[in-house]
């Protein structure tokens, strides 16, 4: 979802429970989306990618989806523990740049 | 395996004045991106350096300037600042052809008063 300055968009989930985060993209040429996760005073911390000639891939207790005709990525955590509890971004990519272009966020609490 | 680092960790300036802020990539990296994060928001794309040249610009003013050292470490600086450059700026390496996987430091925390 998108972010107006101070007030991201909180998803809370009781711990041991899945968690689904949503991102929509703008960029129907990007190429490659990425997960972070960021926590408090941290950089973003890579999680998961998944290519555009891909629909779904797996981690460790995440899961990926992209919706290429939507433009929509999901991010899924199996068992969902308190130190998921973070902020996350997807970001995405196309070959005529370096750069990744990132969505505004969402942040993760994890109740225990 | 050093992880990418960033320095200093935290800075307050004053309108009007100049900063520097570095950044040494992680082992085998020879790629730096910058981006400034505002809170609550994104990271956003200020540039990326490659082989001491500055290869790709975001939507940033001239105001915004960097370098890269043949050691593949890099610097950020920033000219006559204002208040709206109070931000996280992150600095993220890559390897040559695979840009898209960008690894990020802790990052700078500048505030202008």
């Known amino acids: 979802g998108e972010s107006v300055g101070l007030h991201l968009p909180t998803l809370s989930v009781q711990e041991g429970d899945n968690s689904i985060i949503n991102c929509a993209y703008s960029?129907?040429?990007?190429?490659?989306f990425i997960w972070y996760k960021q926590e408090s005073g941290k950089g973003p911390q890579f999680i998961i990618d998944?290519?555009?000639?891909?629909d779904k891939r797996q981690g460790q207790r995440v899961t990926v989806l992209l919706n290429k005709t939507v433009k929509h990525l999901s991010l899924q955590i199996a068992a969902t523990q308190p130190g998921d509890s973070a902020v996350y971004f997807c970001?995405?990519?196309?070959?005529?740049?370096?750069?990744?272009?990132f969505g505004g966020g969402t942040r993760l609490m994890v109740k225990p | 395996d050093a992880g990418v680092t960033q320095s200093p960790t935290h800075l307050i300036k004053t309108r009007g004045q100049q900063v520097t802020l570095r950044c040494s990539p992680k082992s085998g990296h020879d790629t730096v991106s910058w981006y400034q994060q505002a809170l609550g928001q994104g990271p956003q794309f200020i540039f990326q350096y490659y082989e001491e040249e500055e290869r790709q610009r975001g939507n940033f003013p001239d105001r915004f300037s960097g370098h890269q050292f043949p050691n593949y470490s890099s610097e950020l600086n920033v000219n006559a600042l204002l208040l709206g450059d109070s931000a996280l700026y992150l600095c993220?390496?890559?390897?040559?052809?695979?840009?898209?996987?960008?690894?990020f430091g802790p990052g700078t925390r500048l505030t202008v008063t």
């Open positions: 993220a390496s890559s390897s040559q052809g695979r840009d898209y996987e960008q690894y």
């Open positions: 960029n129907s040429a990007s190429d490659y």
């Open positions: 998944i290519r555009s000639n891909m």
């Open positions: 970001a995405e990519n196309n070959n005529a740049g370096n750069m990744l272009t």
